[in-house]
């Protein structure tokens, strides 16, 4: 069976991968036409590869010149460990180049020869090439079309042949191409590396006197205030939880006290920072977050896209990774009543 398709932990190589690049934007998979039922369930897109792999890529990416993106990553399917740092790292040095990718310097002394050494070869300014290699899409569409990638090894050697200059940024050890049965191996460790953990966390606050209340950080005109010891804003108190609790280090009671003065009438900006900060210290990144705030009043949803740009630049994460919503509780119970309102929040940590 071709690797690409092999399991690891109950899953093809493919998947592994395609689960690093579907949160960035749109995916496109070139596989074998035999193959395409494989992915059929899958939020990909599928074009037929070619005889070379060069065959295969312009497959890839004249299937999207009908739409076409500013940018495009073009990534070997069998490195499923690849970092999201360097996926990340790609794509912001292609704000200022044409083409970039990844590389990790050659460290090891370099021989020539067959049976037995012949000779030594300087290592200085040599990479280990990896993927994935971020182009401007229009560029490499027409170094392909133009015929450079035909004896290219890679889209690197593609660009460079049709006059590109390309960025390199820093790759990584675990961004492994599985190539042997020993990868495998390897590749499993590090997939069972990338640990996940789920937190929720739940506020409330009566109202009280005041004119306005602070949700997600957005101070909102209301014709009362909440009743609280810090700024009273619910939304960053159950996400500070939610990050406490799926660290399993308590709550955010127990890291800020509500009896200590110094909290009193606090910004909740530094409860959400210092949860953040301690799932960074542990080792985890955030993949994303949803917040469901519950009230009849006031109405949250002209505030929505604030409060969701709010978290992320606190929480230093990319907007789409925030999900905000609101309910009312069709005049039920307290929050019917207008006596309060609270948030309940979910979160998902994985290990960097």
């Not at 083409?99 to 020869?113: C, K, T």
């Not at 640990?195 to 602070?214: A, K, L, N």
Request: glycine content about 10%; aromatic content about 6%; charged content about 20%.
């Amino acid at each position: 069976m071709p690797k690409q398709w092999q399991m690891i932990g109950g899953h093809s190589v493919a998947w592994h991968t395609l689960a690093r690049f579907a949160p960035v934007g749109r995916v496109v998979m070139v596989v074998h036409t035999d193959d395409v039922g494989r992915v059929s369930d899958w939020p990909v897109e599928t074009v037929s590869g070619g005889e070379t792999r060069a065959q295969s890529v312009r497959a890839g990416l004249e299937h999207l010149a009908s739409d076409p993106p500013d940018l495009v990553l073009i990534h070997d399917i069998a490195r499923a460990t690849c970092p999201a740092s360097i996926i990340a790292d790609v794509l912001a040095a292609l704000a200022d180049h044409k083409a970039v990718a990844p590389g990790v310097p050659v460290s090891d002394a370099l021989w020539a020869g067959d049976e037995f050494v012949t000779g030594l070869q300087p290592r200085d300014g040599l990479f280990r090439a990896q993927t994935p290699q971020g182009f401007h899409f229009a560029e490499i569409l027409n170094a392909h079309r133009f015929g450079f990638a035909e004896n290219a090894a890679d889209d690197v050697a593609a660009a460079l042949l049709a006059g590109i200059p390309v960025k390199i940024v820093s790759g990584h050890p675990d961004n492994l191409k599985i190539t042997t049965q020993a990868d495998f191996a390897r590749a499993a460790r590090l997939l069972e590396r990338h640990e996940m953990r789920i937190g929720s966390g739940y506020d409330v606050h009566r109202f009280g006197p005041g004119d306005h209340v602070t949700l997600g950080g957005v101070k909102i005109p209301f014709d009362k205030g909440v009743d609280a010891h810090s700024d009273g804003d619910v939304v960053m108190h159950a996400l500070s939880d939610a990050i406490y609790g799926a660290l399993a280090e308590g709550d955010i009671g127990q890291h800020f006290p509500p009896t200590e003065a110094a909290w009193k009438d606090t910004d909740s900006r530094i409860f959400l920072a210092h949860a953040a900060a301690r799932a960074a210290l542990r080792g985890y990144k955030i993949a994303n977050l949803d917040v469901t705030i519950l009230a009849e009043a006031p109405k949250v949803a002209p505030h929505n896209q604030a409060m969701r740009d709010n978290l992320a630049q606190t929480l230093g994460i990319d907007v789409g990774q925030v999900g905000i919503k609101a309910t009312t509780t069709e005049k039920l119970g307290p929050f019917g009543r207008g006596e309060g309102l609270a948030a309940d929040a979910t979160i998902l940590l994985v290990r960097a």
